[in-house]
């Protein structure tokens, strides 16, 4: 096997690791849905609350949007303006997709990352935690998923590059 093939086989199998990684938050949603109306009989039911419930919450869509970032990116399930896409035959879409993520996604995705890294680590620093009584100590996790999931995108965006380029060298010109 060549090191171009070797390398993009790499990047295929790395950008599993976002899917592997994410697939398991999408329990979250049936878990927010059910403390959700806990917190609703609590308060109108029962007449009181609990803000660790409330904020619990929170946190699982905090957690469920982050991660779902890089899986819809594996997915190809992302939002694109569709107009002309559709329309082009399979050596354009790779080129086009190739350089966005060249020109776009990798520099976003490495721009979020170099900083975020400073307001991580200060609240880190200070094991931040809620604003309110009885809340999550925890904020400084939650604030960790911003570089995380800023490296999962990256991930990702080298994965697409393989695949786009593992695309363009297999595919014939009259396609």
Not at 50 to 60: A, C, G, H, T
Not at 111 to 139: M, T
Request: aromatic residues 10%; neutral net charge.
């Amino acid at each position: 096997m060549s090191l171009r093939n070797s390398t993009i086989s790499f990047f295929l199998r790395a950008g599993q690791l976002a899917v592997t990684v994410c697939t398991p938050i999408r329990w979250l949603t049936l878990a927010m849905v059910g403390l959700t109306l806990g917190i609703v009989l609590l308060r109108y039911a029962l007449g009181g609350g609990s803000v660790f419930i409330q904020e619990s919450v929170m946190y699982m869509h905090g957690i469920l949007f982050m991660l779902a970032i890089p899986m819809g990116i594996a997915n190809n399930s992302h939002v694109r303006v569709d107009i002309f896409y559709n329309s082009f035959n399979v050596r354009k879409r790779a080129t086009i997709d190739l350089l966005g993520h060249c020109i776009f996604l990798l520099p976003v995705a490495g721009f979020i990352f170099f900083v975020s890294i400073g307001y991580v680590e200060n609240s880190w620093r200070i094991l931040e935690g809620s604003s309110e009584v009885g809340g999550i100590p925890a904020v400084f996790l939650l604030k960790t998923l911003i570089p995380l999931t800023a490296g999962l995108i990256f991930l990702q965006g080298l994965t697409g590059i393989a695949q786009q380029t593992a695309l363009l060298l297999n595919t014939d010109e009259a396609e």
